[in-house]
Protein backbone atom coordinates (compact mmCIF):
# COMPACT_ATOMS: atom_id res chain seq x y z
CA UNK A 1 0.00 0.00 0.00
CA UNK A 2 0.74 3.54 -0.42
CA UNK A 3 0.89 6.63 1.44
CA UNK A 4 -2.36 7.96 -0.07
CA UNK A 5 -3.59 4.26 0.49
CA UNK A 6 -3.07 4.45 4.09
CA UNK A 7 -4.56 8.05 4.37
CA UNK A 8 -7.53 6.30 2.05
CA UNK A 9 -8.25 3.96 4.63
CA UNK A 10 -7.52 6.05 7.79
CA UNK A 11 -9.73 8.61 6.32
CA UNK A 12 -12.74 6.17 6.39
CA UNK A 13 -11.95 4.39 9.92
CA UNK A 14 -12.40 7.87 11.68
CA UNK A 15 -15.66 8.40 9.82
CA UNK A 16 -16.69 4.85 10.97
CA UNK A 17 -15.14 5.58 14.40
CA UNK A 18 -17.55 9.01 14.49
CA UNK A 19 -20.49 7.01 12.96
CA UNK A 20 -20.46 4.34 15.64
CA UNK A 21 -21.09 7.50 18.19
CA UNK A 22 -23.48 8.85 16.73
CA UNK A 23 -25.56 5.77 15.32
CA UNK A 24 -26.69 5.20 19.36
CA UNK A 25 -27.96 8.50 19.61
CA UNK A 26 -31.08 9.58 21.02
CA UNK A 27 -33.50 11.66 18.53
CA UNK A 28 -32.84 14.40 21.24
CA UNK A 29 -29.58 13.86 21.87
CA UNK A 30 -28.76 14.65 17.93
CA UNK A 31 -30.09 18.54 19.21
CA UNK A 32 -27.67 18.99 22.19
CA UNK A 33 -25.60 21.98 21.89
CA UNK A 34 -21.70 21.44 20.82
CA UNK A 35 -18.96 23.57 22.32
CA UNK A 36 -19.12 25.50 18.78
CA UNK A 37 -21.42 28.03 19.01
CA UNK A 38 -24.86 28.39 17.55
CA UNK A 39 -23.98 24.60 16.41
CA UNK A 40 -26.19 21.11 17.64
CA UNK A 41 -24.98 17.31 17.65
CA UNK A 42 -26.79 17.55 13.63
CA UNK A 43 -25.39 20.97 12.32
CA UNK A 44 -21.90 19.14 13.37
CA UNK A 45 -22.80 15.84 11.14
CA UNK A 46 -24.27 18.29 8.69
CA UNK A 47 -21.03 20.60 8.06
CA UNK A 48 -19.45 17.44 7.17
CA UNK A 49 -22.35 16.25 5.21
CA UNK A 50 -22.02 19.24 3.02
CA UNK A 51 -18.01 19.34 2.78
CA UNK A 52 -17.79 15.43 2.15
CA UNK A 53 -19.91 16.04 -0.90
CA UNK A 54 -18.21 19.27 -2.60
CA UNK A 55 -14.98 17.22 -1.59
CA UNK A 56 -15.83 14.46 -3.93
CA UNK A 57 -17.38 16.84 -6.49
CA UNK A 58 -14.14 18.80 -6.37
CA UNK A 59 -12.73 16.08 -7.81
CA UNK A 60 -15.17 14.28 -10.10
CA UNK A 61 -16.30 17.44 -11.45
CA UNK A 62 -14.06 20.71 -11.19
CA UNK A 63 -16.29 23.02 -12.87
CA UNK A 64 -19.32 21.95 -11.00
CA UNK A 65 -17.41 22.58 -7.51
CA UNK A 66 -16.21 25.94 -8.53
CA UNK A 67 -19.84 26.82 -9.82
CA UNK A 68 -21.04 25.81 -6.35
CA UNK A 69 -18.19 27.79 -4.71
CA UNK A 70 -19.15 31.08 -6.27
CA UNK A 71 -22.63 30.33 -4.76
CA UNK A 72 -21.53 29.26 -1.79
CA UNK A 73 -19.50 32.93 -1.87
CA UNK A 74 -22.46 34.89 -3.15
CA UNK A 75 -24.91 33.81 -0.46
CA UNK A 76 -22.25 35.00 2.52
CA UNK A 77 -21.08 31.54 3.13
CA UNK A 78 -23.27 31.22 6.02
CA UNK A 79 -25.10 28.41 7.93
CA UNK A 80 -28.53 28.68 6.25
CA UNK A 81 -27.04 27.91 2.80
CA UNK A 82 -24.43 24.72 4.01
CA UNK A 83 -26.98 23.30 6.62
CA UNK A 84 -30.56 24.92 5.62
CA UNK A 85 -31.30 21.23 3.76
CA UNK A 86 -29.66 19.14 6.30
CA UNK A 87 -31.49 20.63 9.29
CA UNK A 88 -34.76 19.82 7.27
CA UNK A 89 -34.10 16.06 8.00
CA UNK A 90 -34.86 13.73 10.85
CA UNK A 91 -31.81 11.96 12.37
CA UNK A 92 -32.13 9.21 10.70
CA UNK A 93 -32.32 10.85 7.04
CA UNK A 94 -29.42 12.95 8.66
CA UNK A 95 -27.34 9.95 9.29
CA UNK A 96 -28.10 8.47 6.06
CA UNK A 97 -27.79 11.54 4.12
CA UNK A 98 -24.10 11.87 5.79
CA UNK A 99 -23.51 7.96 4.54
CA UNK A 100 -24.07 8.37 1.44
CA UNK A 101 -21.86 11.50 0.87
CA UNK A 102 -18.76 9.65 2.71
CA UNK A 103 -19.54 6.69 0.04
CA UNK A 104 -19.37 9.21 -2.82
CA UNK A 105 -15.95 10.77 -1.40
CA UNK A 106 -14.84 7.49 -0.85
CA UNK A 107 -15.01 6.79 -4.40
CA UNK A 108 -13.76 9.94 -5.68
CA UNK A 109 -10.90 9.56 -3.60
CA UNK A 110 -9.99 5.95 -4.89
CA UNK A 111 -9.17 7.78 -8.22
CA UNK A 112 -6.67 10.42 -6.51
CA UNK A 113 -2.93 9.57 -7.37
CA UNK A 114 0.19 11.08 -5.53
CA UNK A 115 0.33 13.89 -7.52
CA UNK A 116 -3.34 14.97 -7.89
CA UNK A 117 -3.92 18.46 -7.39
CA UNK A 118 -7.37 19.33 -6.19
CA UNK A 119 -9.24 22.68 -6.05
CA UNK A 120 -10.67 23.82 -2.73
CA UNK A 121 -11.64 27.13 -0.89
CA UNK A 122 -8.34 28.68 -1.44
CA UNK A 123 -5.36 27.38 -3.07
CA UNK A 124 -5.40 24.09 -4.58
CA UNK A 125 -4.23 20.98 -2.46
CA UNK A 126 -2.13 17.60 -3.27
CA UNK A 127 -4.49 14.49 -2.70
CA UNK A 128 -2.54 14.07 0.61
CA UNK A 129 -2.67 17.56 2.22
CA UNK A 130 -6.55 17.13 0.74
CA UNK A 131 -7.58 13.77 2.35
CA UNK A 132 -5.59 14.95 5.53
CA UNK A 133 -7.76 17.91 5.55
CA UNK A 134 -11.09 15.62 5.81
CA UNK A 135 -9.33 13.41 8.54
CA UNK A 136 -9.04 16.36 10.11
CA UNK A 137 -12.42 17.63 10.00
CA UNK A 138 -14.12 14.92 10.92
CA UNK A 139 -11.60 14.29 13.86
CA UNK A 140 -12.33 17.78 15.21
CA UNK A 141 -16.01 18.05 14.54
CA UNK A 142 -16.18 14.39 16.31
CA UNK A 143 -14.60 16.10 19.40
CA UNK A 144 -17.39 18.33 19.57
CA UNK A 145 -19.63 15.86 19.77
CA UNK A 146 -18.06 13.60 22.05
CA UNK A 147 -17.96 16.83 24.36
CA UNK A 148 -21.97 17.28 23.81
CA UNK A 149 -22.66 13.68 24.58
CA UNK A 150 -20.27 12.73 26.80
CA UNK A 151 -19.15 9.90 25.06
CA UNK A 152 -15.45 8.45 25.00
CA UNK A 153 -13.41 7.96 21.43
CA UNK A 154 -10.40 6.72 22.03
CA UNK A 155 -7.62 7.91 20.41
CA UNK A 156 -5.50 6.32 18.04
CA UNK A 157 -2.58 6.22 15.65
CA UNK A 158 -4.79 8.42 12.98
CA UNK A 159 -3.87 11.30 14.84
CA UNK A 160 0.03 11.72 13.03
CA UNK A 161 -2.26 12.98 9.82
CA UNK A 162 -3.34 15.76 12.12
CA UNK A 163 -0.22 16.12 13.87
CA UNK A 164 1.75 16.30 10.93
CA UNK A 165 -0.95 18.82 9.42
CA UNK A 166 -0.67 20.76 12.57
CA UNK A 167 3.06 20.90 12.80
CA UNK A 168 3.37 22.55 8.95
CA UNK A 169 1.16 25.09 9.41
CA UNK A 170 2.44 26.94 12.02
CA UNK A 171 3.56 29.66 9.33
CA UNK A 172 -0.18 29.68 8.60
CA UNK A 173 -1.27 30.27 12.22
CA UNK A 174 1.05 33.76 11.74
CA UNK A 175 -0.02 34.31 8.00
CA UNK A 176 -3.89 34.14 8.64
CA UNK A 177 -3.13 36.64 11.68
CA UNK A 178 -1.33 39.18 9.26
CA UNK A 179 1.92 38.05 12.09
CA UNK A 180 5.27 37.46 11.39
CA UNK A 181 6.10 34.25 13.09
CA UNK A 182 9.47 34.67 15.42
CA UNK A 183 12.85 34.07 14.67
CA UNK A 184 13.42 30.33 15.17
CA UNK A 185 12.42 26.65 14.61
CA UNK A 186 10.48 24.58 16.46
CA UNK A 187 11.07 20.85 17.28
CA UNK A 188 7.71 18.76 17.58
CA UNK A 189 8.10 15.72 20.13
CA UNK A 190 4.77 13.70 20.50
CA UNK A 191 4.08 10.33 22.19
CA UNK A 192 1.26 8.71 19.81
CA UNK A 193 -1.14 6.85 21.40
CA UNK A 194 0.73 3.57 20.65
CA UNK A 195 3.30 4.88 22.61
CA UNK A 196 5.53 5.48 19.70
CA UNK A 197 7.44 9.05 19.63
CA UNK A 198 6.87 10.90 16.61
CA UNK A 199 9.31 13.77 15.88
CA UNK A 200 8.72 16.70 13.37
CA UNK A 201 11.40 19.55 13.26
CA UNK A 202 15.59 20.04 13.49
CA UNK A 203 17.32 17.80 15.48
CA UNK A 204 16.90 19.09 19.18
CA UNK A 205 20.32 21.08 19.05
CA UNK A 206 19.43 22.83 16.38
CA UNK A 207 15.74 23.77 17.38
CA UNK A 208 14.95 27.01 19.58
CA UNK A 209 12.77 25.60 21.40
CA UNK A 210 10.73 21.93 21.25
CA UNK A 211 6.82 21.36 22.18
CA UNK A 212 6.48 18.03 23.64
CA UNK A 213 3.66 15.73 24.86
CA UNK A 214 0.73 13.58 24.04
CA UNK A 215 -0.25 13.48 19.92
CA UNK A 216 -4.17 13.57 21.26
CA UNK A 217 -3.69 17.07 23.14
CA UNK A 218 -1.39 18.48 20.51
CA UNK A 219 -4.23 17.94 17.64
CA UNK A 220 -7.02 19.39 20.31
CA UNK A 221 -5.09 22.37 20.16
CA UNK A 222 -3.75 22.94 16.71
CA UNK A 223 -7.91 21.91 15.75
CA UNK A 224 -8.44 24.52 17.88
CA UNK A 225 -10.49 22.44 20.65
CA UNK A 226 -8.73 22.77 23.52
CA UNK A 227 -6.69 25.78 24.83
CA UNK A 228 -2.88 25.05 25.48
CA UNK A 229 -3.60 25.43 29.45
CA UNK A 230 -6.23 22.36 29.58
CA UNK A 231 -3.32 19.90 28.10
CA UNK A 232 -0.32 18.44 29.35
CA UNK A 233 1.86 19.96 26.72
CA UNK A 234 5.30 21.03 27.64
CA UNK A 235 6.69 24.21 25.73
CA UNK A 236 8.80 27.38 25.89
CA UNK A 237 8.52 30.58 25.30
CA UNK A 238 8.51 30.19 20.81
CA UNK A 239 6.28 26.88 21.69
CA UNK A 240 3.86 28.59 23.53
CA UNK A 241 3.43 31.84 21.68
CA UNK A 242 2.66 29.19 18.27
CA UNK A 243 -0.05 26.95 20.19
CA UNK A 244 -1.32 30.36 21.70
CA UNK A 245 -2.56 31.14 17.97
CA UNK A 246 -2.16 27.66 16.06
CA UNK A 247 -4.79 26.64 13.01
CA UNK A 248 -3.92 23.78 11.41
CA UNK A 249 -7.23 24.59 8.88
CA UNK A 250 -7.99 27.19 6.09
CA UNK A 251 -10.15 29.99 6.54
CA UNK A 252 -10.19 33.02 8.52
CA UNK A 253 -8.37 33.85 11.61
CA UNK A 254 -10.57 31.84 14.36
CA UNK A 255 -10.34 32.36 18.35
CA UNK A 256 -8.44 30.09 20.04
CA UNK A 257 -10.93 28.83 23.01
CA UNK A 258 -10.18 29.86 26.05
CA UNK A 259 -8.85 27.65 28.72
CA UNK A 260 -11.98 26.10 30.46
CA UNK A 261 -10.69 26.99 34.20
CA UNK A 262 -11.14 30.74 33.36
Known sequence: MTDLDDLRADLVAEQGALDTIVAALADTEWLLPTPSAGWNVADQIGHLTYFDGTAALAVTDPEAFRAGLESLFASGGGDDFTLGAFRTLTPTEQLAAWRANRQVLADAAATLTETTRVGWYGPSMGAKSFLTARLMEVWAHGTD??????????????????????????????????????????????????????????????????????????????????????????????????????????????????????
Open 145 to 262: IVDAVGAYRAPTDRLRHIAQLGFITRGWSYTVRGETPPAGDVRLELTSPSGEIWIWGPDEAAAADTVRGSAEDFCLVVTQRRNVDDTDLQAGELGRHWLLRAQAFAGGPTAVPAPRGS
